[in-house]
């Protein structure tokens, strides 16, 4: 792969920062358009020339989506039965893909490979946080899968039965997710952070059968439990509080003691371990549910988000692929999203192993034992694909760059950012840093709804830009609209929708159809809407500027909260930043900031408050100048690594902040409480 990135880089000198008054955003606009980026990144041509796909796609797919999605669909996985029809839409929004097929979600992802040679190949490479290792091949994979498929048969389940997983990131993880897929059960993942209340509240949501735990795992060093929620949640009260489970199946992890209840609970090595290695995949209707994903609840309550086989798995393989440059020979692919997360699903669970690639998976934290361990793990396994959130790239900023300096970093090809927008500063010390400063950056926009990623650039066709998702994939129809469903031309911010369906499209809301289209599909009757706000810069890429709800109106301006952080995180001082619209008398609302300073700044005192208003003034305009600029020691972030902005804004406003259970830590909010008391 090239090292040559001069040729590659065009304009990389200029930055941000024209006025956003001069724009003159139309009236019609939800967000004005204020940040500028002309920095761009071209493939080399070496990577363009090896690249899995290039531009002809695109015209391939627009020609007629459906048709496009078919072929992919062919290509990708092999049915048990093939389709007499792309898509059924004629009942929309309920779209039906691949009409008339029967795929085996588990047989795709393993047995084929073995069939096809493969069995030798790794499929997992697994890391624990203590230090403990493990390795799947493909052969091995398909062998527990069955085992497990075998074992919760035997305990009950059956196709169309729903499985809740409360589970850290271990291999036994994605064994239970694809047992649950070969026999047809829906499986219903928690992440393991969540309370018992949590877990309870979706196990009765789906009605779940059975649930897979483990005693615990393992967290900053430190044994931690799971089980002990199970037992909460499963805990008889009184009248009027049973529940549909009838079985649970624990993994002994870190082997703490745990309280055990005879005929309900069942070890792992008991169970699957004991099961016949014998088990035939047979195909389900391609609209079979494949499970239920409740979404991390940064707006509200959380909704049961249902995807089914064919559609999905399609395209989440032909994204893995497309976006990631997959070379499953070759290729060493580590995505750190936990499962409880979809991205844990799409592009853990189910697309590497499609695609027949080798894979890292880590239980831990990036800090454990040392700041350098992702480094670590990257040198020892020679990873060449990275996907992972802007939070923790943030997070290793702040660190500094002298802890990824001490490792070999150079088998990094393609590095893949999910989850919020990525800054352009936080991108170009991605590129530079991490990959060595010749890394196609892929900053991927979805989310638990759409399935598989929607917006990226394709790392061997597309010169990248730092802070932009950029462009919709191949067959998918992305616009940005404004406020009457309008396109807006290029320059202009609005609504992001998707004009048509797309195979891994969410299937509907868990027992709530009329939930379903109320969300997604009044706001724009024919496009379904996904709550974020978005702009088309002058070439027309999409950049993402924060949900519609954070949306800030100052003096009759509608200002992104991301661009202002984004203007923020390009001060050198400046670790990270949230902003909110607090209520004001005079702008109806006013800018306010919250920034973590970086190690050397933070005894900087209100001088520094002084230069980062002015720096937002400089970057974007003095309409985004902040009111108020507050350092704090900590963001309020969920568990996934999202920003709360609906905490800041109760401070902001003088408020005490309401439900801070979700947060990765709940105190945080006491601390930001008492470092503004000071
Ligand atoms: P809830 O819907 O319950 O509030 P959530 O939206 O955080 O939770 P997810 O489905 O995990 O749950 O996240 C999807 C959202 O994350 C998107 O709607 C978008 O706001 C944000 N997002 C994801 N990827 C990107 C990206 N690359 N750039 C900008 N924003 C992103
Ligand atoms: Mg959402």
Redo the contacts with the bound molecule.
Sequence with gaps: MSQDTTSAVVDASASTGQPGSARGAGQGDAFENLLHETRKFAPSPEFAADAVVTAAEYEDANADRPAFWAKKARELLTWDKDFDQALDWSNPPFAKWFVGGEVNAAYNALDRHVENGLGDRVAIHFEGEPGDTSTYTYAQLTEEVKKAANAFESLGVAKGDRVAVYLPMIPEAVITLLACARIGAVHSVVFGGFSSEALRSRIDDAEAKLVVTADGTYRRGKPSALKPAVDEALAHKGDGDGHTVQNVVVVKRNGQDVDWHEGRDHWWADTVGAASAEHTAVGHDSEHPLFILY??????K??GILHTTGGYLTQTAYTHKAVFDLHPETDVYWCTADVG??TGHSYVAYAPLVNGATQVMYEGTPDSPHQGRWWEIIEKYKVSILYTAPTAIRTFMKWGREIPDKYDLSSLRVLG??????NPEAWMWYRKVIGGDKTPIV???????TGAQM?APLPGVTATKPGS?QVPLPGIAVDVVDEMGESVPNGHGGFLVIREPWPAMLRGIWGDPERFKDTYWSRFETMYF???GAKKDEDGDIW?L??VDDVMNISGHRLST?EIESALVSHPAVAEAAVVGAADETTGQAVVAFVILRGDAVDSGDAIVQELRNHVGKEIGPIAKPKAILVVPELPK?R?G?IMRRLLKDVAEGRDPGDATTLSDPTIMQQIAASLRK
């Design positions: 979404t991390s609840g940064t707006t509200g959380p909704k997360w979809v950012s999910v989850g919020e927008s990525i900053d991927t926009w979805w989310q638990t709804e917006i998702a996904a709550g974020d993402l924060g949900r991301t969920t996934s999202k």
